[in-house]
């Protein structure tokens, strides 16, 4: 069984300071993890994803997540917001025993103030 | 990177018409292919999983008769809403992946259904 949890439903921030959107998850298996954006009427773009490899995962547009195991986090940052990045953000967990299905997080809306 | 195209984006139609979806992997193999729903301001709920050449495996819930899924080839999926009504108006996003377990999923753009 997997899961995972956004804890912040909205998230606002101004632009040029640092976002973190937060995610914590669960699976019996070690998991694949991945962070989404999702601009209006618009499908899923992917941001990073993290498959065991380096835990400090870098993605597109200056985001970053580190996987902390002993926390069952998987916390996206970026150093400075831009006004483009408002969007709906969402976690996913994909348990690899079962290829490929994977659990959606609730998402987090993030608003950037000018 | 992996490119899915989902068409049309948008339809518009009567109560009572079936509507296509397709879903197509534009410069990969996809071996699997998600179908999802998406209400406003709510996560993706996921439908059903199509793997090329076999049924769909769809979700408990989603009525297999209503919401038919092909997988013919590697590169494309359709969803037919057959006789659809006024509560099937909703945003439809399909997904694709490469073969392997931890592989990330290539979204389409979506189609927003509207049944009047």
């Known amino acids: 069984a997997q899961s995972v949890t956004q804890l912040d439903s909205h998230v606002s921030v101004s632009e040029g300071t640092p976002v973190l959107l937060r995610c914590n998850y669960s699976?019996?298996?070690?998991?694949?993890l991945f962070w989404y954006v999702q601009h209006p009427n618009k499908g899923l773009q992917l941001l990073l994803k993290y498959t065991s490899a380096a835990t400090l995962v870098k993605g597109i547009n200056g985001f970053e997540a580190e996987f902390k195991k002993s926390e069952t986090s998987f916390h996206l940052t970026k150093p400075s917001a831009h006004m483009s990045d408002a969007a709906e953000y969402f976690c996913v967990v994909s348990d690899n025993t079962n290829a490929g299905k994977s659990t959606f997080g609730d998402g987090t809306t993030l608003t950037v103030k000018p | 990177g992996a490119v899915v195209s989902q068409h049309p984006s948008r339809v518009i139609c009567k109560s009572g018409t079936s509507v296509k979806i397709e879903c197509r992997s534009l410069d990969f193999q996809a071996t699997t292919m998600f179908w999802y729903r998406q209400f406003p301001k709510q996560s993706l709920m996921l439908m059903a999983t199509?793997?090329?050449?076999?049924?769909?495996?769809?979700e408990q819930g989603v009525e297999k008769d209503k919401f038919l899924i092909n997988h013919a080839s590697l590169t494309l999926s359709t969803l037919t809403v057959t006789s659809a009504h006024p509560e099937d108006s909703s945003f439809y996003i399909c997904?694709?992946?490469?073969?392997?377990?931890?592989?990330?999923?290539?979204f389409g753009d979506g189609t927003r259904l509207s049944i009047l």
């Open positions: 997904s694709a992946a490469g073969p392997g377990g931890n592989q990330p999923q290539h």
């Open positions: 199509s793997n090329e050449g076999s049924k769909a495996t769809y």
């Open positions: 699976s019996s298996y070690s998991p694949s």
